[in-house]
Structures are given as C-alpha cells and as structure tokens.
C-alpha cells in the first residue's frame, strides 16, 4: 500500500514550470502546475527532501480537508466538525495563515479568527480546555485557502517562508528575495558550466544561489529549522538520513564566481554571507565599479545581476541604464549578461536589443527579466545594433 499523499508547493509568479521540473528531478509523481504553485504526490521523506532541497518554492503544504463553503457561520461549522485531535492536543501551540479570492470572504484576517474559534470552542467542549495561538513560534502552523466557495486546509510544513535560507544574516538597502534569486538563475539557464558574473551583487544573494546551483547544494542545508520538525510524526532518523543523501549528490565546480559592488559596505556583507553558506571557496567578491570594469576571462562568462530600479535607491536612470549597455557593448564580449528590472521605461536606455524578455514578479513590482547577447566579433555588431527608438 502507498505511504504517498498529495501536497502543494507554492511559488512565485513564473516559477511554476522551474518549480514542477525541480520535483520531477526530485522524484516527485504526479505534478501538475497551477498558478503560483505546483501540485505534486510524495512520502513522508520526499516532504522532507522536498522542504531541504527546492530552489523555487516559497513553502510545501499538506492538504488534510477540502470543502464548500458558503458564508463564515458555514466556515465556523465544518472547521468544527473536523477532528482536530489528530494534528493538535490542548498542549499544542497553533497559528494560522489565511489565503481568500472570494466574493463571500474578503478578509483574510477574519477568516483566520473565525478558523480559530471554531477550532478552540470544538476542545473547550470536548476537552473543557483549548490550545493556545502563538503567531511566532507555532508548535503548528495551518494554512486555509478560499478559492470561491471552495475552502481548503493544510498543514504547513515549511514554517517561514522557504526564501530563509539561513545564510543572509547581512543586507544592503533593497536585497532580492532568494527564492526570486534561484528562479531568475535557472530562467537563465545557469547550470555551473562556465564563468560567472554578478557585477551589482549587494549582499550577495545572487552569488551564493549561483553557488549552490553550480555544486548541487541542498537550497535550504543552512537554515534553522522547518515546521515539520514540530509535528508529533516527525522521523528525526529519516530525516537524518535525506540530508545525508542530499549532501552525498553534491558536485565539484571548476569555473569562477565572482562579484563586483563599489560599496565597500556591501562587499563586507556579501562576503559575510557566502562565509555563513560556506562557500567562499568558490567565490570571489571585489570592491568595483562594474562600469569601469572589462571581462575577467576570456571564456564565455554568464552574467546576472539586479541594478537598481529608482524605487528605493536614487539614481539617474537614464544616465544609469545607458552606462550598463555602453558597459557590455564595449568590454563584455563572449558574454550571455541577464538583469531585471521594474523600471521598463529605464531598459529603453541600455541601448542594445534584448533577445529574451521574461515577465517576473520583484515583491509587488512587475519585472522584465532581459537577456543581452554580447557576440565576440562580427556578429556582435550584427546583433548589438542600438535599439531605434
């Protein structure tokens, strides 16, 4: 008899497919992409894999019940009828996190405390106590989701949110989240097959998650903790053993990683943070200014990076974006240079054609991820061409 069960990972905008062929990879069965999440069938231990080991999901939830659901006092009712003492004792600390797109629920806040009530008043009548709620450090974590009329409730057996890798204890003004980081480089196409390049690397999150990708390190090995170490089924013995079995798949990398930042600051923080994930030993950080920098190898180099966009750091944009196409144009050759930006109008001022336009998500802000081919010789010229206005 299968021990498999179904269970959801969520995502971010246009990470969907990365995230369904890390699972397949993974030895997940039964994906099926949706939108910001992935459905998918595992054991016990691939949770635990799936929690240790994912680059794009942002959390791994179990799904336990599923029903219609009309207004709150139907809420309240079938959150009640639920047995609830198969995932909670009146010692159990518990925290929920709702989720509504409905015409008959519109406030996330309030599904939560109505979640809340029904499910402390179903132990205070058959135990004549009830369990606590603890936002911050839940002994459990639930998730309800309300799609319509359709509810669902699950276990979430990540914690905090996935992109808390554990390494980043140092940020500059406007750091990227690291799961975005680790989607933007598979979008890109890095495998660790060449020399890379971050040329604006802030705190050097893109560095570390190219690092990671390159050696096949497990994505979260640094972090604390997740939810699932609390649950009363927690196999400390098995997951003691999907870590050994995840480190024993890393790889050897034999290019160069390196980062620029003119902020001494920052280069202090970045190489902070690649201390903290243990990886200086593949990767360099130097106090630059990218644009009077020229190619430190004479290889193909992928580059990837994340320039300011205006929103919380100010610049002169146009002067800015100019500067990074004139930049790649004239000592970038044998170069595939990705970035992304929010600001769409800035990307008019690189100067240069892009042959990949990607729309991402930056928080709240809708992104371009853009790819410019910088060709040695002829074709260079061929392909470069100023973009017309």
């Given at each position: 008899m299968s021990n498999n069960f179904r269970m959801v990972a969520k995502t971010l905008y246009g990470f969907e497919e990365l995230l369904a062929k890390e699972l397949r990879d993974l030895g997940a069965i039964n994906v099926k992409s949706g939108v910001r999440n992935v459905s998918f069938e595992g054991d016990t231990g691939f949770m635990y894999k799936a929690?240790?080991?994912?680059?794009?999901?942002?959390?791994?939830?179990?799904?336990?019940?599923?029903?219609?659901?009309?207004?709150?006092?139907?809420?309240y009712k079938k959150i009640y009828a639920m047995d609830?003492?198969?995932?909670?004792?009146?010692?159990?600390?518990?925290?929920?996190?709702?989720?509504?797109?409905?015409?008959?629920?519109t406030h996330a806040l309030y599904v939560s405390q109505k979640t809340k009530d029904a499910i402390v008043d179903k132990f205070r009548d058959m135990e004549g106590q009830r369990p606590n709620v603890d936002i911050k450090f839940p002994d459990l974590r639930l998730n309800i989701h309300i799609q319509k009329d359709q509810c669902n409730v699950s276990l979430d057996s990540s914690g905090a949110s996935l992109?808390?890798?554990?390494?980043?204890?140092?940020?500059?003004?406007?750091?990227i989240n690291e799961v975005l980081a680790a989607g933007l480089l598979l979008l890109s196409g890095w495998n660790g097959q060449c020399d890379f390049l971050d040329p604006m690397c802030g705190s050097g999150t893109m560095l570390t998650e190219a690092a990671m990708i390159a050696c096949?390190?497990?994505?979260?090995?640094?972090?604390?903790?997740?939810?699932?170490?609390?649950w009363d089924d927690f196999d400390e013995e098995l997951y003691a053993r999907i870590i050994e079995s995840s480190l024993n798949k890393t790889r050897e990398f034999h290019f160069k990683i390196v980062?620029?930042?003119?902020?001494?600051?920052?280069?202090?923080?970045?190489?902070?943070?690649?201390?903290?994930?243990?990886l200086s030993e593949y990767i360099e950080i130097e106090q630059k200014n990218f644009?009077?920098?020229?190619?430190?190898?004479?290889?193909?180099?992928?580059?990837?990076?994340?320039?300011?966009?205006?929103?919380?750091?100010?610049?002169?944009?146009?002067?800015?974006?100019?500067?990074?196409?004139?930049?790649?144009?004239?000592n970038y050759s044998g170069t595939d240079a990705w970035f992304i930006t929010s600001n769409l109008e800035a990307l008019k001022f690189v100067g240069l054609r892009p042959s990949r336009k990607i729309k991402v998500f930056n928080s709240h802000l809708e992104s371009k991820f853009v790819k410019y081919v910088m060709y040695e010789g002829s074709k260079k010229a061929k392909y470069n061409e100023p973009a017309s206005a």
């Open positions: 929690n240790l080991c994912l680059r794009t999901a942002i959390k791994i939830i179990k799904p336990i019940h599923s029903f219609y659901v009309r207004d709150e006092n139907d809420l609830w003492s198969q995932y909670l004792s009146i010692d159990t600390t518990f925290a929920i996190d709702a989720t509504v797109n409905s015409e008959n629920f992109h808390h890798r554990g390494y980043r204890t140092a940020t500059n003004i406007a750091p096949n390190i497990p994505a979260n090995i640094n972090r604390k903790g997740f939810a699932f170490e609390k980062g620029y930042d003119k902020a001494p600051s920052a280069v202090q923080k970045a190489k902070d943070n690649v201390e903290n994930a243990n644009f009077e920098s020229t190619k430190y190898t004479d290889k193909h180099l992928h580059m990837v990076f994340n320039p300011p966009y205006g929103e919380r750091l100010n610049i002169e944009m146009e002067e800015f974006y100019a500067a990074i196409g004139n930049t790649l144009k004239r």
